[in-house]
């Protein structure tokens, strides 16, 4: 099922939803979009009703008007606006880069019964000047856009253009990859939402309560947020369960994508949903 979801301050958030159960938010990162959890919805649709959302100004989702910068703070006001809509109080939370640095500020907001964040941002010293393999990453799509499809279908090139964010480029799906590509050149908020996360970081970790269980995962080839200077770990919660996969880069749901699920599962299972 796909829809949207808004109020009078926040625009909506273009969201699919599948599956029944406990309800599961996955949120993406910068110039991403809702497509990029693909590989994962299916499984974990089997346990939980799962809403994959467009943050704002990514995807088919607009973004905040009048903002020049939209920090994670206001990515998970409008995920607990969405949340709102639902009468859902609170959600197992997952998110990759940009979207766990948002779960983790959903959860110090009182919305997360659980947070897997996978690669997130923000656990770092603030940063000053734009993060230039992304830059680079977004540069390259706006100019390739209108022969995305045609690139994506040599293996050597798509696994050359998914290598920045992915170690494990071969098991890439064709469809991921042209999604991915197609978000990035795409995101109309990816101004708003990058330059949100400069001279910021994560700094509510206390405000996420102890019976809230997060799982922070980081592979252990992340080339976006590279050890140690973006996996701060007195950043995260005291509390955290802190793993590092094997073979991995900053999108484990594509690396391994039944590992994801499986940590998912084990950190769900550790929350409260009363």
């Known amino acids: ?17 599948a599956g ?3 309800p599961l938010v996955l949120i993406h990162g910068l110039a991403s979009s809702r497509r990029c959890w693909d590989l994962v919805v299916d499984d974990l649709s089997r346990d939980f009703t799962v ?23 206001e990515m998970a006001r409008a995920v607990g606006a969405f949340l709102d809509e639902r009468d859902i109080d609170r959600a197992h939370l997952v998110g990759n880069s940009l979207g766990g ?4 500020e959903a959860a110090a907001d ?16 603030p940063i000053h000047e734009p993060l230039g393999a992304i830059q680079f990453n977004r540069k ?31 098991t890439v799906p064709y469809r991921v990859a042209v999604d991915a590509a197609y978000a990035q050149a795409d995101a109309r908020g990816f101004k708003q939402a990058h330059d949100g996360a400069l001279h910021r970081r994560f700094d509510r970790a206390a ?5 809230v269980p997060v799982t922070i995962v980081f592979g252990d080839n992340d080339r976006l947020l590279p050890a140690p200077g973006f996996q701060k770990r007195d950043l995260a919660p005291a509390h955290a369960r802190w793993e590092v996969l094997w073979n991995c880069g900053h ?3 594509w690396d391994v994508p039944s590992l994801t699920t499986h940590l998912v599962r084990e950190t769900a299972s550790q929350g409260t949903t009363a």
Do not use: F, K, N
């Open 20 to 22: 029944s159960g406990p």
């Open 101 to 104: 640095w948002t779960a983790l």
């Open 140 to 170: 390259a799509a706006v100019a390739t856009r209108r022969v995305i499809p045609a690139i994506m279908r040599v293996p050597p090139l798509r696994r050359a253009l998914v290598r920045t964010g992915v170690e494990r480029t071969a």
């Open 51 to 73: 809403y994959a959302v467009d943050l704002p100004g990514h995807g088919d989702s607009d973004p905040i008007p009048g903002q020049h910068e939209t920090p994670a703070t």
């Open 110 to 125: 009182g919305r997360a019964h659980s947070v897997t964040a996978l690669c997130p941002a923000g656990l770092w010293e």
């Open 1 to 17: 099922m796909s829809g949207a979801s808004g109020d009078a301050a926040i625009p909506s958030l273009a969201y699919d939803s």
């Open 207 to 211: 405000g996420i309560p102890d019976d």
């Open 251 to 253: 999108a484990p749901m």
